[in-house]
């Protein structure tokens, strides 16, 4: 039963949904208006029309009267469909106030006037008035004064003797009030309890925000506690990372130190030991200052240093750094730069990096290929876009890896770490480098054909044409491995 | 056989850097902060000198400037080390006075370079990118 019922509310609800269009759905007082007004319209006529209809069993002589007031209180149905078409609500409730004021007072002037048994419904106006239209003052005086005007109207015909009063018999006189203040009542009663209803779930909805609301600010807090260890995080990586570098830098040179008497003196063992010292140290070097560079972007405390850069000469101390890892696994590296690019205003110690980084990878994964450097500039939205391409032709990688590949501590399959090495910390610092520099890197990749890696840095439009440098002359376009060096260059093992 | 004074406060550093300038066939004398930097580039009268920048109570950039305020010894070329890439370091080193600039820890070829072309050519300032 009680099912059933819910059941019914329900549907009753989703009625009264239908009616209300979406700009007063939007507003939650304006809803709730509109609800009520809704509920009212709604159930209204089948009450009101009680009162018609008990007067056609009580009135011995049913006449227009009758038929007026029918129609009249039929006519509320229509107001829903009025507000659904996208009538002006309030316009609309005062239309509905109206119409129920004649109702009231038609029914009073022609069944007994002012001891009418139908006097009973002139308490619904300022209810129905005050739930229709809320609190403004404004809107309750035009109530009062349409009631004014319409009371004057009919006291107007009544004084003027237009009367066209219907004589009922006392016992049906009796039977009518009943019914009238029976349904009366209802009809009160109902829109107050659906008042109820409201006000109440309008406090649940308080609670429901205020408990929201403890919670949000519980979230903000372990926010900020989160926020407050990352930056400790942070900063005791970026201490133990310096701490590091001191003892390391020793290990290293040291051993460069013996590595270098050990090659004079002709000592192949020594050699082929010291260089494994050397190589590791190295290793670990970069790894650490990845550790560092990572943690200062993370506690917020990289800063970009700009100054005007010569792109073919970063380029070329870069490619020349990295000619003999080049040479060693038979590839050959080719740079084209193309004329307009010259100097550019960026920061030179972050492009290096992110442009080192991706050539070690593109000679760590190439073998007797080719490693094509190309620089170019684009037009972008503020001033140019500095694009740096290297693209490989060595294992390339697989799809479902691409997506991963700026991760922290990813190297490709677990399988390539073995065998190629890497820390896995490269590539993620990287893209935070570009990202830093308000740009971004881009990969396209063919597994056994090649990697290509894009690095676009937004570059501010030049000052003056001082920097700019005859870079093709430079570089030409058929440039090959090493077109920077004027001198033999010389084999380091730093 | 050129002199380099070698002004570096780690000693580790201050070690492996003046073995392997020596063993390149420099003659190098230590000096193991700011002040005693600029007493030793008058009495020692060295052909380049080297400039950590981050030394103690006297920076590097104090000790160029001083040593670049004698007239004695206003002419000696001088090197800024220092420990990062960065172009305020770059822009200050030219502001005092060095004839160069590198970082550490060092790339020994290049900072030979680099030594080489500022013995070739004391007066003049290059400054790498």
């Given at each position: 039963?009680?099912?059933?019922?819910?059941?019914?509310?329900?549907?009753?609800?989703?009625?009264?949904?239908?009616?209300?269009?979406?700009?007063?759905?939007?507003?939650?007082?304006?809803?709730?208006?509109?609800?009520?007004?809704?509920?009212?319209?709604?159930l209204?006529?089948?009450?009101?029309?009680v009162?018609?209809?008990?007067?056609?069993?009580?009135?011995?002589?049913?006449?227009?009267?009758?038929?007026?007031?029918?129609?009249?209180?039929?006519?509320?149905?229509?107001?829903?469909?009025?507000?659904?078409?996208?009538?002006?609500?309030?316009?609309?409730?005062?239309?509905?106030?109206?119409?129920?004021?004649?109702?009231?007072?038609?029914?009073?002037y022609?069944?007994?006037?002012?001891?009418?048994?139908?006097?009973?419904?002139?308490?619904?106006i300022?209810?129905?008035a005050?739930f229709?239209?809320?609190?403004?003052?404004?809107?309750?005086?035009?109530?009062?004064?349409?009631?004014?005007?319409?009371?004057?109207?009919?006291?107007?015909?009544?004084?003027?003797?237009?009367?066209?009063?219907?004589?009922?018999?006392?016992?049906?006189?009796?039977?009518?009030?009943?019914?009238?203040?029976?349904?009366?009542?209802?009809?009160?009663?109902?829109?107050?309890?659906?008042?109820?209803?409201?006000?109440?779930?309008?406090?649940?909805?308080?609670?429901?925000?205020?408990?929201?609301?403890?919670?949000?600010?519980?979230?903000?807090?372990?926010?900020?506690?989160?926020?407050r260890?990352?930056?400790?995080?942070?900063?005791?990586?970026?201490?133990?990372?310096?701490?590091?570098?001191?003892?390391?830098?020793?290990?290293?040179?040291?051993?460069?130190?013996?590595?270098?008497?050990?090659?004079?003196?002709?000592?192949?063992?020594?050699?082929?030991?010291?260089?494994?010292?050397?190589?590791?140290?190295?290793?670990?070097?970069?790894?650490?200052?990845?550790?560092?560079?990572?943690?200062?972007?993370?506690?917020?405390?990289?800063?970009?240093?700009?100054?005007?850069?010569?792109?073919?000469?970063?380029?070329?101390?870069?490619?020349?750094?990295?000619?003999?890892?080049?040479a060693?696994?038979?590839?050959?590296?080719?740079?084209?730069?193309?004329p307009?690019?010259?100097?550019q205003?960026?920061?030179?110690?972050?492009?290096?990096?992110?442009?080192?980084?991706?050539?070690?990878?593109?000679?760590?994964?190439?073998?007797?290929?080719?490693?094509?450097?190309?620089?170019?500039?684009?037009?972008?939205?503020?001033?140019?876009?500095?694009?740096?391409?290297?693209?490989?032709?060595?294992?390339?990688?697989?799809?479902?890896?691409?997506?991963?590949?700026?991760?922290?501590?990813?190297v490709?399959?677990?399988?390539?770490?073995?065998?190629?090495?890497?820390?896995?910390?490269?590539?993620?610092?990287?893209?935070?480098?570009?990202?830093?520099?308000?740009?971004?890197?881009?990969?396209?990749?063919?597994?056994?054909?090649?990697?290509?890696?894009?690095?676009?840095?937004p570059?501010?439009?030049?000052?003056?044409?001082?920097?700019?440098?005859?870079?093709?002359?430079?570089?030409?376009?058929?440039?090959?491995?090493?077109?920077?060096?004027?001198?033999?260059?010389?084999?380091?093992?730093? | 056989?050129?002199?380099?004074?070698?002004?570096?406060?780690?000693?580790?550093?201050?070690?492996?850097?003046?073995?392997?300038?020596?063993?390149?066939?420099?003659?190098?004398?230590?000096?193991?902060?700011?002040?005693?930097?600029?007493?030793?580039?008058?009495?020692?009268?060295?052909?380049?000198?080297?400039?950590?920048?981050?030394?103690?109570?006297?920076?590097?950039?104090?000790?160029?400037?001083?040593?670049?305020?004698?007239?004695?010894?206003?002419?000696?070329?001088?090197?800024?080390?220092?420990?990062?890439?960065?172009?305020?370091?770059?822009?200050?080193?030219?502001?005092?006075?060095?004839?160069?600039?590198?970082?550490?820890?060092?790339?020994?070829?290049?900072?030979?370079?680099?030594?080489?072309?500022?013995?070739?050519?004391?007066?003049?300032?290059?400054?790498?990118v």
């Amino acid at each position: 039963m009680k099912r059933v019922l819910s059941e019914i509310i329900l549907k009753f609800d989703g009625l009264v949904n239908y009616f209300i269009p979406e700009t007063i759905a939007a507003d939650r007082d304006a809803r709730n208006r509109a609800h009520v007004f809704l509920i009212s319209h709604i159930l209204g006529p089948f009450i009101g029309n009680v009162v018609p209809a008990a007067l056609f069993v009580f009135d011995p002589h049913p006449n227009f009267a009758v038929v007026v007031l029918a129609i009249s209180i039929t006519s509320f149905w229509v107001f829903p469909f009025a507000l659904r078409a996208g009538a002006p609500y309030n316009p609309l409730a005062l239309v509905s106030i109206q119409n129920l004021i004649f109702c009231i007072l038609w029914s009073c002037y022609f069944y007994g006037g002012v001891t009418s048994p139908t006097v009973a419904w002139v308490l619904t106006i300022p209810i129905l008035a005050f739930f229709y239209l809320g609190s403004s003052t404004k809107l309750r005086l035009i109530v009062i004064a349409m009631f004014v005007v319409n009371l004057a109207i009919f006291c107007g015909f009544y004084v003027f003797s237009y009367s066209a009063k219907t004589e009922l018999p006392v016992a049906a006189m009796q039977g009518l009030g009943l019914v009238s203040t029976i349904a009366a009542s209802l009809y009160v009663t109902m829109m107050a309890v659906y008042y109820a209803k409201i006000q109440a779930s309008q406090a649940d909805l308080e609670s429901e925000m205020r408990k929201h609301m403890i919670v949000a600010s519980e979230l903000r807090s372990a926010t900020e506690e989160a926020e407050r260890a990352g930056a400790a995080k942070a900063e005791f990586l970026a201490r133990m990372s310096h701490e590091l570098r001191t003892p390391l830098n020793a290990v290293i040179g040291y051993s460069q130190i013996l590595l270098e008497e050990a090659e004079d003196e002709g000592d192949d063992t020594s050699t082929a030991d010291l260089t494994k010292i050397h190589n590791a140290g190295q290793h670990l070097l970069k790894l650490v200052n990845e550790v560092l560079e990572l943690s200062k972007i993370e506690a917020g405390k990289m800063e970009l240093d700009l100054s005007e850069v010569r792109i073919d000469r970063l380029l070329g101390d870069l490619i020349y750094s990295v000619e003999p890892q080049a040479a060693e696994g038979g590839n050959r590296v080719i740079c084209t730069i193309s004329p307009d690019v010259g100097s550019q205003r960026c920061d030179a110690s972050k492009l290096r990096n992110v442009i080192g980084q991706l050539l070690d990878n593109a000679i760590k994964f190439t073998e007797n290929g080719k490693i094509d450097v190309t620089a170019s500039l684009e037009p972008g939205e503020d001033g140019n876009i500095l694009v740096i391409a290297i693209a490989d032709t060595g294992i390339g990688i697989a799809p479902d890896q691409v997506d991963r590949l700026f991760e922290t501590f990813i190297v490709g399959d677990d399988s390539s770490t073995s065998k190629y090495g890497g820390t896995g910390l490269g590539l993620a610092l990287s893209q935070k480098l570009c990202k830093l520099m308000n740009g971004d890197i881009l990969v396209e990749s063919d597994v056994g054909r090649g990697s290509r890696f894009t690095v676009r840095i937004p570059v501010a439009a030049k000052a003056d044409a001082t920097g700019t440098f005859a870079a093709a002359t430079l570089v030409p376009e058929s440039a090959t491995s090493d077109p920077f060096v004027g001198s033999a260059p010389e084999t380091s093992h730093a | 056989m050129h002199k380099i004074l070698l002004v570096e406060d780690n000693e580790l550093n201050r070690d492996m850097l003046s073995r392997r300038l020596q063993r390149h066939g420099f003659s190098v004398c230590c000096a193991v902060d700011g002040a005693e930097g600029v007493s030793m580039a008058a009495t020692e009268m060295p052909d380049l000198i080297l400039m950590d920048v981050a030394l103690g109570a006297m920076d590097g950039w104090e000790a160029t400037t001083l040593i670049k305020s004698n007239p004695a010894t206003a002419a000696i070329p001088i090197i800024a080390l220092t420990a990062h890439a960065l172009a305020s370091d770059r822009d200050k080193s030219v502001e005092v006075g060095c004839s160069d600039f590198d970082t550490k820890p060092v790339d020994l070829q290049r900072l030979l370079g680099k030594i080489r072309d500022c013995l070739d050519k004391p007066a003049s300032v290059a400054i790498a990118v």
